[in-house]
């Protein structure tokens, strides 16, 4: 038995997939579709269930290894969603504080217990407590957003291994922003059956297709696969991805020169005495600030807008910016600087 078959529970594991009959070469009369179309895309048609032409550009995309398999889903976010579906409704799921604001919504969602342990002061995983946590409170889940979101760091790998192997939980590592970091856990999935990856291409070009993958081995992969609502990735995003995520080369030099302009707005910001610059292996920068309301409001006015997360738990003063084009960043950063004059 695999592990994800031990995992799951078990109305799932007794379930087949949906299935969607063959119907290349055949008159199609199986589905209620129209046989009218006003477009030249076939929109009168229902999808390719299985994207099967988008996930092997896909795959190239993300050099995933033949070995392991791909879910899609409707954004990242649908991804989550479907892994909090496959707990029971007694599980809880563990998440870091602060971390991406979807795990514990998308838990509420699902009825889920959500429980966190606190990032030390450097934003790092604080080993010994989640250990702990975990012993205590037995995750069938564990999210990990590497780069984080909101405070844009890694964390320490070896933090990361141990976790992963003192658990009987699923640990889901959150690549969003994959394309700016130094380091992956991509080459691991193969090595530990109960890790499985999350990319997506929002941040690299594509928010607006609503893609994402969730990258495991072929056991979990087709377990899992049975969550899923049939057609979730549409004929536009189907035929739209295939042409353009084969732009490789071209997606690989906008995120090498979005880490230039992070990393000379870093150096920017950290010159503003007023202001405290975390490291950043993401898109965005995490910054504290001397009065960030004051200067937020100010941001605003002049015209930028970025992420006030004064509010949230440990991030007190805490802004957030997303890397733009340079004259964006510029103008950001005049704005900020006129702002403490
Ligand atoms: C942005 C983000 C996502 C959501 O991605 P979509 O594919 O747009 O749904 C997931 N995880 C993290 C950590 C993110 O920052």
């Not at 899609?72 to 809880?92: F, H, P, W």
């Amino acid at each position: 038995m695999s592990f994800i078959d031990n995992w799951l529970r078990p109305q799932i594991r007794q379930l087949d997939a949906y299935k969607v009959a063959k119907s290349a070469g055949l008159v199609k009369l199986d589905a209620m579709e129209s046989p009218f179309s006003l477009d030249e895309k076939g929109l009168n048609r229902y999808p390719d269930p299985d994207a099967t032409e988008l996930k092997n550009v896909l795959r190239e995309l993300l050099e995933i290894p033949t070995e392991l398999d791909i879910l899609l889903g409707n954004g990242s976010d649908e991804l989550i969603q479907l892994l909090a579906l496959a707990a029971d409704n007694s599980s809880t799921i563990l998440g870091f504080e602060p971390s991406f604001v979807m795990y514990k919504m998308i838990a509420d969602f699902c009825n889920l217990d959500y429980q966190t342990v606190a990032l030390n002061q450097d934003f790092e995983i604080d080993l010994a407590a989640t250990l702990s946590k975990i012993d205590a409170c037995q995750p069938k889940l564990i999210f990990i957003s590497y780069p984080n979101n909101p405070t844009g760091n890694t964390f320490s790998r070896a933090s990361i291994i141990e976790i992963i192997t003192k658990t009987t939980a699923l640990v889901v590592i959150d690549e969003a922003y994959y394309a700016y970091a130094d380091d992956s856990f991509l080459p691991d999935v193969s090595h530990y059956p109960n890790l499985v990856l999350l990319r997506t291409v929002s941040k690299v070009g594509f928010a607006g297709l609503r893609l994402g993958a969730l990258i495991g081995a072929k056991s979990t992969i087709s377990q899992l696969n049975k969550l899923r609502l049939p057609y979730n990735i549409n004929t536009l995003t189907q035929q739209t991805a295939v042409l353009l995520l084969q732009k490789k080369s071209e997606i690989i030099k906008n995120s090498e020169a979005i880490i230039s302009l992070r990393i000379e707005l870093s150096k920017s910001l950290a010159a503003i005495a007023e202001l405290k610059v975390y490291p950043s292996q993401a898109n965005f920068i995490l910054f504290q600030a001397t009065d960030s309301k004051g200067l937020f409001a100010a941001l605003k006015q002049g015209g930028v807008l970025i992420k006030d997360l004064s509010s949230t738990l440990n991030l007190g003063d805490c802004l957030r910016v997303t890397i733009g084009t340079f004259e964006e960043n510029q103008r950001f950063l005049q704005l900020t600087k006129k702002y403490y004059d």
